[in-house]
Nanobody, 125 residues
Framework: QVLLVESGGGLVQAGGSLRLSCVASGRTLTTYTMAWFRQDPGKKREFVAAISNASGGRTYYTDSAKGRFTISRDNAKNTVYLQMNSLKPADTAVYYC?????????????????WGQGTQVTVSS
C-alpha cells in the first residue's frame, strides 16, 4: 500500500508563489508516474501536471499551468514537488498528489492507483 501526503498549501496573494510537496511511503515510486490534480468544490477534478518515472524525465502540463508551474521529483526522497508561480485566484483549489504505474492512464485519463488527501491552496485577489 502506498501513502501519499501533501503539504505546502496555504493562502497567498495573486502573483505570489507556493511550493507543494508530496511524500510517498510504503514503496519506492521510481517506476511510477507522479502527478498533481486539483479540484474546486462543485467542479470536476482537473489534471495539472505529471512527471514520468525516474528513467523518463518527461513532464506534461495543462495549458493553464504551462509557464507558471513546474513539476519535479526527488527519487532519493520519494517526493514530488509542484512549484507554482504567478498564482491567480483561478488557481484556488484543493491540490492532490497522485501516483500510477501508467503515464497514459494518469496523464490522459485522469485515473490513478493512489491519491493523497489534498492540500488547500487559496489565492486572494
Amino acid at each position: 500500500q502506498v501513502l501519499l501526503v501533501e503539504s505546502g498549501g496555504g493562502l497567498v496573494q495573486a502573483g505570489g508563489s507556493l511550493r507543494l510537496s508530496c511524500v510517498a511511503s510504503g514503496r519506492t515510486l521510481t517506476t511510477y508516474t507522479m502527478a498533481w490534480f486539483r479540484q474546486d468544490p462543485g467542479k470536476k477534478r482537473e489534471f495539472v501536471a505529471a512527471i514520468s518515472n525516474a528513467s523518463g524525465g518527461r513532464t506534461y502540463y495543462t495549458d493553464s499551468a504551462k509557464g507558471r508551474f513546474t513539476i519535479s521529483r526527488d527519487n532519493a526522497k520519494n517526493t514530488v514537488y509542484l512549484q507554482m508561480n504567478s498564482l491567480k485566484p483561478a488557481d484556488t483549489a484543493v491540490y492532490y498528489c497522485a501516483a500510477d504505474p501508467s503515464w497514459i492512464r494518469i496523464a490522459t485519463k485522469n485515473k490513478s492507483d493512489y491519491w493523497g488527501q489534498g492540500t488547500q491552496v487559496t489565492v486572494s485577489s
